[in-house]
């Protein structure tokens, strides 16, 4: 039984996965409460699931990019949990990775992932979808949408960098995710275990990682630290 949770996005998100299938999945659409909203998709997709919390035997998070406060809040969780609950160390998915993972089956050829990163910028990735899986070829990296180069911007695109952008990346793949979704890490989390997915030892920046968040810049918030005394 694994549950795998996410709050790299504007969705929070929450998912069981018994290693065949999704057993149930909750989301909440909501940019400023993820740690309002978490604990209680957590609760609820268990119970949906028929699942006691004392039946799970690995938690996996999304690590981002995302912005710090939300991203915080996925991995931390991740980490109380298996701790309270005995589990080994949660295993961490690089965000992006899981929705490129969505369109596995939708999808064949290069594929642009763009997340909102805010201050008019975006996090992105680019992936070789063959069929059966997404592969990354660069990134994760943050620029805004219009400084990408031109052979980025044109791939065919993912994500709500899509939406907020559609003038720097305008081939948007119709019905396509715009946040990531907890089904496809759960999924992409089980495939990675299983050594089914190419990325399963690819290196230390792909496939399963650490539960560290992904920060690829500073914070909007900083403490404000008086200067010390003049001499």
């Known amino acids: 039984m694994l549950l795998a949770i996410d709050t790299s996005t504007t969705v929070i998100g929450a998912a069981v996965h018994d290693g065949t299938s999704v057993l149930a999945a909750v989301r909440h659409e909501d940019a400023r409460r993820h740690g309002e909203l978490l604990a209680p998709a957590v609760q609820q997709v268990l119970q949906d699931a028929g699942v006691d919390r ?32 005995g589990l080994p160390t949660p295993r961490g998915i690089c965000s992006l990775d899981a929705l490129a993972h969505d369109l596995v089956g939708r999808h064949v050829g290069p594929l642009l992932v763009a997340t909102d990163a805010r201050r008019k910028e975006v996090y992105w990735a680019t992936y070789h979808l063959d069929g059966s899986a997404a592969r990354r070829v ?59 997915h190419p990325d399963a030892h690819a290196g230390p920046d792909r496939g399963l990682l650490a539960p560290e968040p992904l920060y690829l810049r500073r914070p909007d918030a900083v403490a404000n630290v008086p200067a010390g005394p003049t001499r």
């Open 54 to 85: 004392r039946e799970l035997a690995e938690i996996v998070c999304g690590t981002g990019p995302g912005p710090f406060t939300g991203l915080r809040v996925g991995v931390v969780t991740a980490l109380v949990l298996a701790h309270a609950l």
């Open 138 to 196: 660069t990134g994760p990296a943050v620029a805004r949408a219009q400084d990408l180069p031109e052979e980025v911007r044109s791939l065919p695109v993912v994500g709500r960098g899509a939406q907020l952008y559609a003038e720097a990346l305008p081939r948007a793949v119709p019905d396509a995710p715009r946040d990531v979704d907890p089904v496809a890490l759960a999924d992409l989390a089980v495939a990675l275990r299983s050594g089914d």
